[in-house]
């Protein structure tokens, strides 16, 4: 794989993120303030990505990365509180 193809699939990624995050937001009424936490989180796995790409420096794929670890982990929360993970 060229880096050519590697970049071209890294921004995929962050479409298809960027979709998702939208969608969440989309269902915002239906799902509630979970779907703010599941979209923060698939907005900051988005802005990883990019950042990976653009080469960026190591701290600040730290952070954000953090950021996505903790708003997923919310998310997680939120819903097991609700009992509306599905088993």
């Known amino acids: 794989m060229t880096q ?3 970049d071209a699939y890294l921004s995929y990624g962050a479409y298809v993120a960027l979709a998702i995050s939208l969608l969440n ?3 915002y009424k239906r799902r509630g303030s979970s779907a703010l936490y599941l979209a923060g989180a698939c907005a900051a796995a988005a802005a ?3 950042l990976y790409r653009s080469k960026s420096t190591p701290w600040m794929l730290v952070v954000v990365g953090v950021i996505f670890v903790v708003l997923a982990l919310a998310d997680v929360v939120l819903k097991s509180a609700k009992g509306t993970i599905q088993k």
Request: cysteine-free.
């Open 25 to 27: 937001l989309a269902l």
């Open 4 to 6: 050519t193809e590697f």
């Open 48 to 50: 990883e990505i990019t």
